[in-house]
């Protein structure tokens, strides 16, 4: 009966320990997804935007000066 306790116990710690690996590799993804949503690339300074309104705006002012 103590083996099968303790045979219980070792396999909770290493599900534990299994589930909290896992927790800390999602954690490092948010970057990833970040640097992935970043899409609109001016061709004149190859700055990133991250959406449409801001990449016009940047086209705009300051990359029709310099091309």
Do not use: E, N
């Not at 909770?12 to 490092?28: D, F, L, R, V």
């Amino acid at each position: 009966m103590a083996r099968r306790l303790q045979k219980i116990q070792s396999h909770q710690k290493k599900k534990a320990k299994k589930q909290t690996g896992q927790k800390k590799k999602k954690g490092h993804d948010k970057k990833t997804v970040a640097k992935a949503t970043l899409i609109y690339t001016c061709t004149v300074c190859r700055t990133q935007m991250p959406d449409p309104k801001t990449f016009k705006q940047l086209f705009d002012f300051a990359s029709s000066r310099i091309s």
